[in-house]
């Protein structure tokens, strides 16, 4: 595991941030922390990002303490934070040969990784333009990129995504597809189901600073249920005999049913098949997957667009 982390606490006045956080990541792999604005993702990273000191617990990344040898974890890891940290003023070009430079690779070394990056994440044609003149998605691959001068072995992805148009964060899934191909392990806080589904090996649910839940998306889905056909009528008396037929209680406040299926064509010819025979036919059918909003939901009891400010 390049990263582990046993019992994370933090506070802040009588607020618990979070509440004994356990986390393991293995090497080359993408976990994903999932969660509402104000469930602790962010300060979990920055913990881990030696930003922020725990109250409680331990952590190691790539066998350094977080706590006792920040500045070896600081060699491994590299963080893109919620907001873009690219100076406006400069051009991509220089925003990348900077950090090369700070870094010391040296001029002519500065000046490769940068033409490597810059053409990694389409902004070849832009290299030479003021980054006030980026669109956002631009300025969002820009700071990725500055993420990645060092070649990290960690990469912590703070809500990488959020405000993006959809072809932005097309493009900004496929670039941490590929550093993951490329070695590169990846911890990301989003509040995108999809993402999480895209990208994540694992994925950690957090609420309220506790973990809720942890798995694989799939693992995570059939916890609260597999796929079912969700059956509507048009009448009362229709939905009483279905539910007859069917063998399953009629809700008084619903004009559906739900009944689990192995989501296959001759299960629900079977499931109309005999409804028809109790003329008793639905007016729609549909069938539902679990997501992973399914998941939040029956875990926690509220769902992802819960309000709150992110801590």
């Not at 409680?56 to 040898?69: L, Y």
């Not at 609420?207 to 798995?215: H, K, L, S, W």
């Not at 619903?254 to 629900?268: K, M, N, Q, W, Y």
Request: proline share 4%; aromatic share 4%; with cysteine.
């Amino acid at each position: 595991m390049i990263l582990e982390a046993t019992g994370l606490r933090k506070r802040y006045g009588d607020t618990a941030v979070l509440d004994g956080v356990d986390l393991a990541v293995a090497e080359g792999s993408v976990l994903a922390l999932l969660g509402p604005n104000g469930a602790g993702k962010t300060t979990t990273v920055r913990i881990l990002g030696t930003l922020t000191r725990p109250d409680g617990g331990s952590a190691r990344i790539a066998g350094f303490d977080i706590v006792t040898q920040p500045r070896q974890v600081r060699e491994v890891i590299a963080l893109t934070g919620q907001y873009a940290a690219v100076d406006a003023q400069q051009t991509g070009r220089e925003n990348l040969t900077m950090i090369g430079r700070l870094l010391r690779l040296g001029r002519a070394g500065a000046t490769k990784r940068s033409a490597q990056l810059l053409e990694r994440f389409e902004l070849t044609g832009a290299a030479d333009r003021r980054v006030v003149t980026y669109s956002g998605g631009m300025r969002r691959r820009l700071d990725l990129a500055m993420s990645l001068v060092a070649a990290p072995r960690l990469l912590f992805l703070d809500e990488p995504t959020a405000g993006l148009d959809p072809a932005s964060r097309a493009t900004m899934w496929d670039a941490v597809g590929e550093l993951v191909c490329a070695g590169t392990t990846v911890v990301l806080t989003t509040q995108y189901l999809e993402e999480a589904d895209r990208l994540a090996d694992r994925i950690v649910l957090i609420d309220d600073g506790r973990v809720a839940a942890e798995g694989s998306a799939d693992e995570l889905k059939a916890r609260v249920g597999g796929d079912r056909l969700e059956l509507w009528f048009a009448d009362r008396a229709s939905l009483e005999k279905a539910a007859v037929v069917l063998d399953v209680p009629a809700d008084p406040q619903e004009t559906r049913i739900g009944i689990p299926t192995d989501g296959s064509a001759t299960e629900l010819h079977r499931v109309l098949d005999a409804l028809r025979a109790a003329n008793a036919e639905p007016d729609r059918v549909t069938s539902h997957r679990p997501t992973l909003d399914d998941v939040f939901v029956g875990l926690t009891r509220r769902t992802l667009t819960t309000a709150g400010s992110t801590r």
